[in-house]
């Protein structure tokens, strides 16, 4: 293992190679009856970018908040860095915090928020300054260090909230929606930004998002939440093609799904009976699934071609169009099948493109064994 | 009725205005020049016992009875004793205030409108009433002193009653909720995660007190010692009821102006100057306040 290479690139989740740097076993944090995180573990490593996606009530701000310090588990350890957290009060913990509203204090200057974490360290004013400065100059704010946060655009605050929560050198950042309050295209910019001040500074990042697209372009893993529990933790790749349940499949992207009874299986492709589709459809799987057993198979919308002639392939079903939608590089189709199944189909817009499928055709949607995954839960 | 209304220059909105404002010059700038009249009249054995402003088309003003102020020692030492009464109990309300304050904004809903109840449940009861109560519990045979002398803190009774402490209690005790309620209302705003916040970044809790919470309620301090201030300078009941004869307060001056020594332009002089140097924190108070208004 090489110090240079990022958490992305060495990959220490795939085989264990390393120690991981913060340990969540077993927490519980219960309000009343209501269990908000149940029995939650999870292993995240040293320089990750590790996303807590889900949505609202799902207990991940929770979890944050105990790794903060800010709530304590019913039950549970939290280790940070080797070190059992039960008993550390959140004003001596290595972690800080970005918060959803940011959190800024309306009464000092951009430089004193920032400065006000190093001075409680007992650091001396010019080198609390001089850190100061180079943290305004990694968020390119270096002309704003003496205005009051209400003189600042959203996306303005949303840095300096990130500077004041990096220039501790915290050993953990917990961002909690970083980027929840600003518009489309500014948060497309600042997802990026993030990401190379994580890899520049090497350090470990937690953010909790309910936004799946923002946790798709930031993590290095995501690890999906529902209901106090995680259900599931992989790369984004994997999350978004192999998902191990309906909840993640549906939760992740958009997908059609179809409920249905294991028929034959040969070798690792399964014929599935459905009524929804009104044909056998075939799957490819690695799954062990028993003759008869009930199970759904999931296609993403982008995975299943539409065309006027009938083409040869594992998968063809009749329907009709119902609704188009065009989005200029891709256009959503909504196709009605003879069952009454409306199927979602997406088809990116390319330049030597016919005459466009409309409204009312009669089309051919059709998609390859591999295209579909099983799930059976 | 609008086209009518319309032809005096008046709309909907005037109107609306024009309601306090009629209110406030009757009640408020006419008793006032009227006093400010008789201040520059001089004392006369008659009825009314001054002389009249217009005499025989001439204005005939003096300006004797606010050199008189100033050449008595009295008046002077009468102001500066009411400004430090009325300083130093602010200075308790606050201290007092401003914990029951905090507690009442950081208490969850149910209790939090119970506690403000019992914040406003005096004004319930007459303030006379509730002076006069203070005197049975204050008195060398009262409620307190039977108490001390009954778990056996003290032996002999403590002289509380007609001293300076006797006031400052009634007034601290009187003006306390409005010291607290401003201070609420400002606390009740404070945002928990700026606290959080601060706690995240290293500080201990006194530390996030003093560098967050304490500025940060500043206007709500500001608001709440104006309005405990302002009235405690010009108190007269209580230093009347509680106090003794050597409690200087201004209002007990001006009350024994009009009405022992009948000397009704020196007592207005005495007036029109308290006024003059109330406006100046109200004034202070306006100032803060639209401080505090462009900065948000």
């Known amino acids: ?377 | 009725m609008r086209a009518l209304l319309a032809r005096l220059g008046l709309n909907g909105r005037t109107l609306v205005i024009a309601v306090p404002m009629v209110w406030l010059l009757v009640f408020f700038l006419i008793p006032f020049l009227v006093v400010l009249k008789i201040s520059v009249a001089e004392p006369l054995i008659a009825r009314p016992p001054y002389s009249p402003l217009f005499v025989d088309g001439a204005i005939k003003a003096t300006f004797s009875n606010y050199a008189y102020l100033w050449q008595d020692a009295l008046y002077i030492n009468a102001y500066l004793s009411s400004i430090k009464i009325a300083f130093f109990a602010t200075v308790l309300a606050l201290l007092i205030g401003y914990p029951m304050a905090y507690y009442i904004a950081r208490s969850a809903e149910p209790k939090r409108s119970l506690l403000l109840l019992l914040i406003v449940l005096p004004f319930w009861t007459s303030f006379l009433l509730r002076v006069y109560a203070w005197i049975g519990i204050l008195k060398t045979k009262g409620i307190l002193n039977l108490i001390l002398m009954k778990i056996g803190v003290i032996s002999e009774p403590l002289i509380i009653m007609q001293t300076d402490i006797a006031v400052y209690i009634g007034i601290v005790y009187t003006y306390l909720p409005f010291m607290i309620l401003p201070l609420y209302a400002n606390l009740v705003k404070l945002d928990d995660s700026l606290l959080e916040a601060s706690t995240d970044l290293g500080a201990r809790p006194v530390t996030t007190f003093i560098k967050i919470t304490l500025p940060l309620s500043l206007p709500g301090i500001i608001a709440g010692s104006m309005l405990v201030f302002i009235p405690a300078i010009g108190e007269f009941v209580i230093p009347a009821l509680l106090g003794g004869p050597d409690t200087l307060m201004i209002g007990k001056i001006l009350w024994s102006e009009f009405f022992s020594n009948r000397d009704w332009p020196v007592a207005s002089a005495v007036a029109i100057a308290m006024l003059v140097l109330l406006v100046i924190p109200i004034m202070l108070l306006r100032m803060a306040e639209g401080k505090q208004g462009a900065a948000t």
């Open chain 1, 1 to 377: 293992m090489s110090q240079q290479l990022t958490a992305c690139e060495r990959r220490p989740w795939i085989e264990a190679v390393e120690t991981p740097f913060i340990r969540i076993k077993n927490i519980t944090k219960s309000f009343g009856d209501f269990a908000a995180v149940d029995d939650v573990s999870l292993d995240i490593y040293k320089g990750e970018l590790f996303c807590l996606l889900g949505g609202s009530g799902c207990g991940k701000s929770t979890l944050l908040r105990m790794l903060a310090g800010f709530e304590t588990p019913t039950s549970g350890h939290i280790e940070i860095d080797g070190q059992d957290m039960a008993g550390v009060s959140a004003n001596l913990r290595p972690t800080n915090m970005m918060f959803q509203s940011y959190a800024l204090f309306p009464h000092m200057s951009v430089e004193h928020n920032i400065a006000y974490g190093l001075l409680r360290e007992g650091i001396s004013k010019p080198e609390a300054m001089a850190r100061v400065g180079d943290m305004l100059a990694l968020v390119k704010l270096g002309d704003f260090a003496a205005r009051k946060p209400h003189q600042l655009s959203g996306g303005q605050q949303q840095r300096v909230a990130l500077a004041r929560s990096l220039v501790k050198r915290p050993k953990l950042l917990l961002l909690d929606e970083p980027l929840g309050a600003l518009d489309k295209k500014l948060r497309e910019e600042t997802q990026f930004e993030l990401i190379q001040i994580q890899e520049s500074l090497g350090v470990t990042f937690i953010v909790v998002t309910h936004d799946q697209e923002e946790a798709m372009t930031l993590s290095t893993r995501i690890g999906v939440m529902d209901a106090g529990k995680i259900v599931q933790i992989g790369e984004p790749p994997q999350i978004y093609e192999a998902p191990d349940t309906k909840f993640v499949a549906d939760f992740i992207g958009s997908v059609n799904m179809f409920e249905g009874k294991v028929d034959v299986a040969v070798a690792d492709t399964l014929r599935i009976k459905t009524s929804d589709a009104g044909v056998d459809l075939v799957v490819d799987t690695h799954q062990n699934v028993d003759a008869h057993q009930k199970v759904w198979i999931a296609v993403r919308p982008e995975r299943i071609v539409i065309s006027r002639d009938k083409p040869k392939a594992d998968n063809v079903v009749k329907g009709m169009v119902e609704e188009v939608a065009y989005l200029g590089n891709l256009s959503i189709y909504r196709v009605r099948l003879g069952t009454g199944k409306v199927l979602k189909v997406t088809k990116s817009n390319r330049l030597h493109d016919g005459a466009a499928i409309k409204w009312d055709e009669d089309v051919y949607l059709s998609w390859s064994a591999a295209a579909g995954v099983v799930l059976t839960k």
